[in-house]
């Protein structure tokens, strides 16, 4: 059996009254396009019943690939598990609350195709949503800016679509908490914004909190650049500076017959 042509990537958690419709929406986009596809679910060890909602869709959809989790990973680990068993051409990744509408998975295809040189493409859209995620999506944007390097006005988002050098090269990094879109942008500069719709949340409830918008900061800061290490290299030198200058500065004070404080020399 040849590999798909297309592979979509979906991290799960408290997924089970999205899961359904989703997976409809999902399938029915993905025949429209007239290529061989699969659909790859990873549930990221959810507390509610969206394993068993998974295992229920399975057996309905025949292009559908649930993955169980042992242990709650977060959405970077859980979406780098999708990437390594994809075999598509062409890998989607989009969030399991359908925000992110499948029927505009065509808009991002049409994009890669339109532009071979383009190694990958990221869904954008004007920021919504309440205040607090407002300001978190421009922090977000503010740290991205500043730790790595990233354009501005360039956004960062869980709905794209990758060509499979990409893939391939995401499936190799073993950190244990992956910034995937720093990742991304490592790997190669010819990524794109292309501008979709984008829809309310369908779950009752979200994974979304401030110590989860924290972790992520957090997150992208320490694990997804060398920055935090460049600046302990440079307040390690600046302090070896500072120790030197202060020895050298008594050591002549006490060469001259000044009184030195007890302990320098």
Same mark, same amino acid.
């Given at each position: 059996v040849s590999d798909p042509q297309l592979s979509v990537v979906i991290p799960a958690y408290l997924s089970e009254v999205s899961l359904p419709p989703l997976i409809a929406r999902l399938q029915a986009q993905? *025949?429209? %396009?007239? *290529?061989?596809? =699969?659909? /790859?679910?990873? +549930?990221d060890a959810s507390p509610d019943d969206t394993w068993g909602t998974l295992e229920q869709l399975v057996r309905e959809y025949p292009e559908l690939?649930?993955?169980? !989790?042992? &242990?709650?990973? &977060? @959405? &970077?680990?859980?979406? !780098?598990? &999708?990437? =390594? *068993?994809? $075999?598509?051409?062409? #890998? /989607?990744? !989009?969030?399991?609350? !359908? @925000?992110?509408?499948p029927e505009q998975i065509p808009v991002l295809l049409d994009a890669l195709e339109s532009n071979p040189s383009w190694d990958a493409v990221l869904a954008s859209w004007p920021p919504d949503g309440s205040l607090f995620r407002r300001f978190g999506t421009w922090a977000h944007s503010r740290l991205d800016r500043f730790v790595h390097g990233t354009p501005k006005g360039f956004r960062l988002t869980a709905f794209r679509a990758l060509r499979r050098p990409v893939v391939d090269a995401l499936a190799m990094h073993r950190s244990r908490t992956p910034?995937? +879109?720093?990742?991304? %942008? $490592?790997?190669?500069?010819r990524v794109h914004n292309v501008e979709v719709e984008h829809h309310e949340q369908a779950k009752p409830s979200s994974s979304?909190?401030?110590?989860?918008? #924290?972790f992520r900061i957090f997150t992208n800061f320490i694990q997804g650049s060398t920055l935090p290490l460049k600046l302990m290299s440079a307040t390690g030198i600046l302090v070896s500076l500072l120790s030197m200058a202060a020895g050298l500065f008594f050591l002549i004070r006490w060469m001259g017959g000044h009184a030195t404080p007890e302990g320098w020399l």
């Open positions: 993905l *025949r429209s %396009l007239g *290529r061989t596809f =699969e659909i /790859i679910v990873v +549930n690939v649930a993955i169980d !989790l042992m &242990g709650n990973t &977060g @959405q &970077g680990p859980a979406t !780098l598990c &999708g990437l =390594e *068993r994809a $075999k598509g051409e062409v #890998v /989607i990744t !989009l969030d399991d609350d !359908l @925000q992110h509408p910034a995937l +879109n720093p990742l991304i %942008l $490592k790997i190669t500069s979304f909190s401030i110590g989860n918008s #924290v």
